[in-house]
């Protein structure tokens, strides 16, 4: 069977697969991007995952025509290099994603993580029922990605999509990308974590040491006070910023992904307000705002659907 690689890299773990021609996830597997250590280990683990996926292909008969990595950052067409902006990757900049895998037998596509999420939910997750996409992934930073007139939206030097990095405060919080108010500096999963805790002392409350997302969501459930403020303000945090975007690009759909969008309709249905209260109604007459359909497969999928664009983001559907 002929098959695809995809290789989704994130600041916490890599998450990876192998796929059919038609989108179908054959085999998934899940390992520590070892980021906090340093560049080296991140290329070390990539590279345990690749030769990973291949034994799976000898092992079960597959023969993988192309191999897609989707990374953090800024990332150059056609050659997959890091050009900038990979805060939750030390040193990552400058690293040719292309080469990291040494000689392959088949060719290595490379794009921008958020860019290859929303490009497998155009063509797999809403089999290009919408021509205008905007995408924002919320896990450990915040990533966003653009479909405009069924293109990928790449932007003149690749650096398209930067949702995170846009300002959501004058001179604010001083994010990890060094710049200042960035929505990723308030809104990322670890920034809302660290606010639960200020508003927990706020209210005189103790919260489990280190805890999780679910967690915390599953307080927000029980209408736990600290938990409610700190949802309610994460999704105030990300539909300020999404309804700005839906004034400027008049999109059809806001797909929310990331490990965060797991928590239910509920949260989804909190950013939705926030974008209609503060968005032009013209612009949101029509407009959905819904969870990623693809969950945390989408930028696997999505890398190994790269053979599919080219260099000017021109998506072929076959």
């Known amino acids: ?17 192998i796929v059919s021609l038609s989108f179908k996830v054959l085999y998934r597997v899940e390992k520590p991007s070892r980021a906090e250590i340093n560049k080296s280990e991140v290329k070390k683990s990539l590279n345990v995952v690749y ?5 799976i292909c000898r092992k079960r008969h ?3 025509l192309s191999l897609g990595i989707g990374s953090p950052g800024t990332i150059s067409q056609p050659l997959g290099k890091v ?15 292309t080469e990291v895998f040494g000689k392959t037998v088949f060719p290595v596509y490379a794009d921008n993580d958020a860019n290859c999420a929303a490009l497998a939910e155009y063509l797999y997750g809403f089999k290009y029922r919408y021509k205008d996409i905007v995408f924002i992934t919320v896990g450990t930073g915040i990533g966003g990605g653009l479909i405009i007139d069924g293109k990928l939206h790449r932007g003149n030097n690749y650096a398209a999509s930067e949702i995170g990095h846009s300002i959501l405060k004058y001179n604010g919080r001083l ?10 500096a308030y809104a990322s999963v670890p920034n809302m974590l660290k606010r639960a805790y200020l508003w927990a002392k706020h209210y005189n409350q103790n919260l489990k040491p280190d805890i999780k997302p679910v967690e915390l969501f599953s307080l927000y ?21 999404l309804a700005s975007l839906v004034n400027i690009l008049n999109p059809q759909v806001v797909v ?20 209609f209260q503060k968005a032009f109604s013209s612009s949101t007459c029509q407009l959905k705002v819904v969870k990623a359909q693809l969950g945390n497969d989408a930028g696997f999928i999505g890398a190994s659907a790269l053979t599919q664009v080219d260099k000017n983001g021109f998506i072929r559907k076959k």
Not at 83 to 97: E, H, R
Not at 175 to 184: A, V, W, Y
Not at 221 to 241: H, M, P, Q, Y
């Open 1 to 17: 069977m002929k098959v695809r690689l995809g290789i989704d890299l994130g600041g916490s773990v890599i998450k990876a697969g």
């Open 51 to 55: 030769d990973h996926l291949l034994g």
């Open 62 to 64: 597959y023969l993988p």
């Open 83 to 97: 050009t900038d902006a990979s805060p939750n990757i030390k040193g990552w900049q400058g690293t040719v994603l």
């Open 175 to 184: 994010c990890k990308c060094g710049r200042r108010g960035c929505l990723e």
């Open 221 to 241: 459930k029980r209408r736990n006070r600290v938990a409610c403020k700190t949802i309610e303000e994460n999704a105030d945090f990300l539909g300020t910023s």
């Open 256 to 275: 929310i992904g990331g490990g965060f969008s797991g928590a239910g309709k509920e949260y989804i249905r909190l950013i939705k307000n926030h974008i």
